[in-house]
């Protein structure tokens, strides 16, 4: 067996939070290293999570004309037929090119990569196995980060074949048998995930019934922003099944994905989609040798700073539950990494944005309405849609909107909402005026280029100010009346 040696901090996997733990320790000066049980890093993440299906959104979307087809019409298309070859090739492409990139930042900062599959001997020695050779070694740290990700739920009820009836991980796992785009698509699970997939699906043209067993889904989501993606989503095709308990899952005798339900017709497809939960990457990492606490769930239980109950080691990303993004992941990492090492840092994580790239994107940050009416805070709102903006219409997205919420009296940005084209990329606007505690009056008195997305917040700040004082002409995110908004308005 191999004495891998002693280091300051160990990152048990290399995914977002692995990856910025272990390189926030290096860039301070310690000796850090990363185990990682894949023979790539990269983890979920990298590949079969955020990269490969947001490299899979951006090929659909180019390759269908999704954008286009407001001036050319609905039957445009980029390319006559779009085959999953298309849509791989694209995502192989970008898999490598972020693996090299990762294994450069890695190599640069002197972090070790071990190969392995790790467990816990004791809370500063780890054991590196792998299925070929067994336990080839171990290792050692004054300081842990467990960041192992999530795979996603697999019930033993739902009989998956990787053909008909698939997981999250859809193309993305090697037990992946289906070849083709199939032509109607199942989506279980109205989650980011599902969501994601099923607008997916529906780009390239297929027939997609989503299944949710509760009423209501995304909770986190400002419910007007929510209720006009479900408009968008039924508006081209989609068919929410929404409220109904799941009875049975199978292949039927016609060889399509058949789900049972209660109060309700069977849901018959080609495909069935699998997205109801993950689960979190600690079987075998043997924590009950150290009795590290976890949820019902299997998340692993941490302190703000994301420290276990066990003092030397801390926990980050999806295997600490909610709200398990890539960005949010990787700050966890990072965080953790700090305060293990006793190392100061900045903390904006009252101002995390999110990003669901559905088609069209939602993403948020701050406060919902809901929120703000539960908290009784005093508020108003200022609305632009897209339909007003220039720049989509140049870029062939007029669904959008954008929403500011702001107190009444202090005028301070309590939170941001975002759907339709780049938005995950212009709530970083908003985002960064909360961080600083800047108020309504920014995006008044602030000059944007012309024409860009960023002149959505302007519009929308000229509204929220004459909501104060009942002059506003649009309250809500379904109207969309050409010129509601000029200069002469304030």
């Known amino acids: 067996m191999k004495n891998f040696g002693h280091f300051d901090l160990i990152t048990i ?21 990363i185990i990682e049980r ?91 196995s792998t299925k ?18 999530s795979l996603p739920r697999r019930p033993e009820t739902i009989p998956f074949d990787y053909q008909t009836i698939l997981d999250g991980n859809l193309f ?39 299944i949710n067993q509760r009423e209501e889904f995304l909770g986190f989501v400002d419910k007007e922003l929510l209720m006009l993606f479900k408009h968008y989503m039924e508006k081209i095709g989609a068919e929410f099944v929404l409220g109904h308990n799941i009875e049975e899952v199978f292949v039927n005798e016609d060889g399509f994905g058949q789900v049972n339900l209660e109060d309700h017709d069977p849901v018959i497809n ?19 040798n150290l009795g590290i606490e976890v949820t019902d769930r299997g998340n692993i239980v941490v302190t703000d700073d994301y420290q276990t109950n066990i003092d030397n080691i801390y926990a980050a990303g999806d295997i600490i539950g909610f709200p398990a993004l890539a960005s949010t992941s990787a700050e966890q990492g990072r965080i953790a990494a700090c305060h293990a090492l006793g190392l100061s840092w900045t903390d904006y994580r ?67 909402h975002v759907i339709g084209d780049q938005a995950a990329e212009i709530i970083h606007i908003g985002q960064a005026v909360m961080t600083l505690n800047g108020t309504i009056d920014y995006f008044v008195n602030t000059v944007f280029n012309y024409p860009t997305y960023a002149e959505a917040y302007k519009v929308a700040a000229f509204n929220g100010i004459n909501s104060l004082t009942g002059n506003a002409s649009i309250s809500s995110m379904f109207s969309c009346e050409k010129g509601y908004m000029c200069e002469t308005d304030i």
């Open 38 to 128: 894949r023979p790539s890093v990269g983890g979920v993440s990298l590949h079969s999570g955020t990269i490969p299906s947001k490299t899979m959104r951006s090929a659909i979307i180019y390759l269908t004309g999704t954008l286009q087809k407001v001036f050319y019409g609905d039957s445009f298309k980029a390319r006559d037929s779009v085959s999953l070859k298309d849509i791989t090739y694209r995502i192989k492409h970008v898999l490598d090119e972020e693996v090299e990139v990762l294994n450069s930042q890695l190599s640069r900062n002197d972090i070790e990569v071990i190969h392995g599959q790790a467990s816990f001997l004791n809370k500063n020695t780890l054991e590196i």
């Open 13 to 33: 996997g290399s995914g977002p939070a692995g990856q910025k733990a272990a390189l926030q320790a290096a860039k301070a000066g310690f000796k850090s290293a």
């Open 350 to 416: 009252t101002s995390f944005p999110y990003g669901i790239y559905t088609i069209p994107a939602m993403s948020m940050c701050g406060k919902t309405e809901e929120e703000l009416i539960a908290e009784s805070v005093p508020y108003a709102k200022g609305i632009s849609l897209y339909c007003e903006i220039a720049k989509a219409a140049m870029r062939g997205d007029e669904t959008g909107a954008l929403k500011i919420l702001f107190h009444k009296e202090t005028k301070k940005i309590l939170g941001v």
């Open 172 to 210: 993305f796992s090697s037990k992946n048998k289906l070849d083709h785009i199939p032509k109607s698509v199942t989506i279980m699970g109205a989650g980011v995930i599902g969501l994601e997939y099923a607008c997916m699906f529906l780009a390239l043209g297929c027939e997609v019934t989503i």
């Open 132 to 149: 070929k050779d067994g336990v080839i070694g171990t290792v050692t740290a004054d300081k842990i980060v467990i960041a192992t990700g």
């Open 270 to 288: 080609e495909v069935v989609l699998y997205t109801m939960g993950r689960t979190p990457c600690t079987r075998a990492l043997k924590l009950e």
